[in-house]
């Protein structure tokens, strides 16, 4: 038994509350155990320099945690003046999961900018914050078709992640909290979509390396916990789940 | 009757949810009408190179709206490299009135960090702060000297803000949300202590000027409205009001 | 007395020398006491982009010290790479408080710099720079009318600025110098028009706080310095003083 | 067969030439095909502040690109003032991965400091480096070691990288290049120990996605090409090699 | 006859108002025709860390423009958050030539910090920084020895600087002023010691080129002007001028 | 003789490979003695804000130094965030010498890019890419003039500069290395054109001073050692020789 008593292939308790801020187009606050993340989605009517005249879309996120959301107080990254590499890292991995399910072509010529702030730190933020943005992202655009603005709903499939890892005492697990992953031997992240197919794997062993062997039973936990956590977002999602095809 | 059926003189549905992030000292989401904040309170043991071996505690502030707190989406300063200078002046306020109700010796060198970070704005944010971390304040003071790490409880009095201006329809209002704000004509923050004495007056009027007549007004509704506040100040500390002498 | 032989409600000796330095369209050093600022209005035939197209003009403020203005020497702002949150409180209150006198349409699409560089400092640098850069910025104005460029003369009114404040021996007094001003427990700025209405208003006790009745006398003494600066400033303005109806 | 005319499992034409720079402790030139990266390694007699009196050293890595290293001339990072997300990531996985085949303990509370200049690019430029890094540290090592402050040789293994991805034509391919991988439909960078471990795994497929099959396939070839990098790793470092278990 | 009137070996008319601000050790006002700077000379007690421990003293200058100084208005370096290339270089050239005629060990482990602030530019702001800061340095010096805290005046010799140039109607011509900066085919400063040495030699020409008969000419011109730029240092030093061996 | 057996009027070994980065429009490897200077030259068709529709071009230079081409590591300027008043004068040193000897009217609206990064460092790093950028930008513009955008070679002359300085044993010497150079008592750059005129000439003494006598003793070696430039310069360009007048 895990720390907080959980199975090995378990997932923390995880719930997805839609409509929590009211002026972003999408916004959800994911709670997974003490992680809790708000996932806001904004439509902007035009595209970075580098994408006009594509006319295709473009999906860009930003990631910060409040000072306190962690243990210690950390300073603000706009009192620093500049923006960690870890928060670069996972800014720019949860943009690219994204537009790995949405058809740019039918999104048009705008931008969604997801922000996705950590109230509340316990291990997982990035693949909480993957999770979320993806319901809210959908709501965002659910919007859009309906102010007709795009005639086709633009998401191709699901997509969730979960991180798993290698700790000393029980192997292979699902879903690390952060004490879990503090001393975590390997630590794996994995973004998949509806269809069970890999969008990103991130597998990483700083005082450690894996065998194939290992990579194989962090791959299968990995597709359990991200097959429940899409019967979460469709349950969040309601109506909206239809427009998938 | 204003836009939100207010009379000139109420404040908007206020509520303090203590508790609200777990790992900060202090913890509460504060409520005004639809503008919500979240004010953590960390104490650090240790104070900043200006206050060393001076025996005294220091009280500082920082101040961040997510960027889809408001109708557009703003760039986040830390995408900026730099604040904005109504950042550094709301933070600035905060910190400073906040000094004004604790007893810095009593604290002993140790730092209270205030972080308010605004999830949805509809004006009255920099006030709500203020209204906000005081509350957050006096619980992590309570943590610290149920602790023993202080022996007495190093907060000299209550402490409130909120706003009041003039708008072309109704003339002096107490507690403006952002329609009312954007086309006031003065706009005045007010910050008073439990005793009834101010402890900040901010009155400006960036197309308009006021007479002293309109002053005393204005004045007026602000005691009105932070006698209020500390009503819902003191429901939300509990016991802890009986350390105040 | 005060230290410096001055009563309770008694200015510095002021004076204001036009013309000071040849190349900005309005220039004068203004001196009260020992402090003296240079203050610069150049016109600039643009207005930033957001009020592009609105057919009004702006005004905008720039304050600066010498780094030895001061007692001590302080590091340059352009050295640390950036402007600190005192210096971007004062800058944003001298813009305000000079728009709040013009007639943007009647300035039309062009932008007025204002910048108040303190060569020698001893308290009351923002209140000196308000009221010098107001003569600066009524003699650019003139000028601007003299070339043509506009009809009318933009100025609704007069401005002018002083620092009143509590200090411990003597009570409220008038116009602060720097040992008055470091140990003052209530500190106020009041900017006021030539018709006596209040443009702005900032009190401030950091370790104080102040009644009603300590308000109504800090006005008072606010009031009669404010009208002898606008004796001087109608001095040095000398015929540009029948353009203002 | 593909556009520079190898089989689907080659690696490009690689050298490594030790000895590259005069000052740095371990440096080495190495080419990949038409990519070139100088690898320095230095080492500090001190580590960073988090590390101090732990007994252990640091690895740390910095990674840059001459701005003409590509096709069209790229803005410096120092001109810009800050380094791109793309660097900061690139820098961090080249420190990480080295760190897995360190003894840390063994090297002593020093750091060593991996350069990777990239002079000429043409894809694959954080696998070369990853691959040239290991060489001039290893040289830097042994020379700290016949210096004798060091006992034992601090190398617990070998360590390269190479980069693995779906091409459209081909399928699966082995250490693409620049045009191969700007069309890429998955990418991924492998990197392995001398015993045949996975050190870190990043796959990634922006617009597409992959299937479990597809992975096998990659970290097939990935083994392949590693396996080659190790025997031109071992014969750049000569009579080194033995001072490994 | 140039511009303005004068010969070609002729200087313009100038000013050292000395203790023009009243904090400084030394300040003065050079007025070389219509360019004004004032010097500031601050002594600070300590020295940067690369000199820490050396027994010797330390030297710099930092040089800013109002942003009116000039015809147009210039942004100011300290809202772009950084400071131009033009003013590094004049920065650092103003702290090497103070640096040669001060005895840094006579001076002890303290700094002699030069602020060189331009309120009004015509030409030649970099050559009269350098001469008015010489005599600001002086007077701070003499203070410090009258202070006891050194036994022996540190200055070794006197210094001043002008600029020469190539106009295209009149050849080689002394101190230019602003208009004929801009024209000069070939521009030249000059700094000199009390003793007829170099201390420092710029000419460069950007769209032009000079023989070495013409570099004769220019220093011939410049040591007519630094000679008498002797003369005025002298009298504005008074009885300063018999510390000098 | 010299601590490296030179005679005191002798170049260090000096070689110019050309074609070094196979992306640059020119692209050189210059080696003086220890010092190594990759030069590349990249043309742009557009030039700067300031020079738009002037319908000349412009050029203009970057200088760095990998951390590790010193005896000691340096910080990267793009870690720092900035760029440091050294190179900041050798950026503009470089473009302002290499301005002086192009037809910008010839170039046209285009600009080059001249990019100096030195990966080995003994002395003399800004002389020798000023040489080496020469023959790059010669290479380029040939080029240039080959694909027909311009139709006559912009290049007006040679140009090729080196150091000069006087140390303590040999008095005036040319081409220091690093540990003269660092030891020298004045140091002196100077920039010739091909017809023997200046185009620059820096010489300072930090803690010397010179006399007219060893100017010119400077003056003559730096004509010496220049001719020789020359004629390495001649052989790198092959037949681009030609296309000067």
Redesign the interface.
């Known amino acids: 038994m895990r720390t907080d008593g959980r199975e090995k292939d378990q997932l923390r308790h995880i719930e997805i509350e839609t409509g929590y801020?009211?002026?972003?187009e999408g916004?959800v606050l994911i709670t997974v155990g003490?992680t809790k993340v708000?996932c806001?989605a904004?439509i902007?009517e035009r595209v970075p320099p580098f994408m006009r005249n594509s006319g295709k879309g473009w999906i860009t996120a930003?990631y910060?945690m409040?000072?306190?959301?962690?243990?210690t107080?950390n300073i603000?990254?706009?009192?620093?003046?500049?923006?960690s590499?870890?928060?670069?890292?996972i800014?720019?991995l949860i943009g690219?999961a994204l537009?790995?399910v949405v058809d740019l072509d039918a999104l048009g010529e705008r931008t969604i900018?997801i922000?996705c702030?950590v109230?509340?730190a316990d291990g997982g933020t990035r693949t909480a914050s993957i999770t979320g943005a993806f319901v809210a992202m959908a709501i965002a655009l659910a919007k859009l078709q309906d102010s007709k603005k795009i005639s086709s709903f633009p998401l191709k499939s699901f997509l969730a992640a979960t991180s798993v890892g290698i700790v000393e005492e029980h192997g292979a697990v699902l879903d690390l909290n952060y004490i879990e992953d503090s001393s975590a031997l390997v630590d794996?992240n994995i973004i998949m979509?509806g269809?069970g197919?890999?969008?990103?794997?991130?597998?990483?062993?700083?005082?450690?390396?894996?065998?194939?062997d290992q990579?194989h039973q962090l791959?299968k936990l990995g597709q359990v916990g991200i097959h429940e956590l899409f019967q979460i977002q469709q349950q969040s999602l309601g109506d909206i789940v239809k427009r998938f095809q």
């Open positions: 801020v009211k002026h972003p916004s003490e708000i806001n904004s902007e930003e910060s409040l000072p306190r959301a962690t243990e107080r603000r990254e706009s009192s620093k003046g500049k923006i590499g870890r928060t670069m890292e800014q720019r690219r537009r790995a900018w922000d702030d109230i509340q794996m979509t269809e197919e890999f969008v990103e794997l991130q597998g990483t062993g700083e005082e450690a390396t894996f065998t194939m990579l791959l």
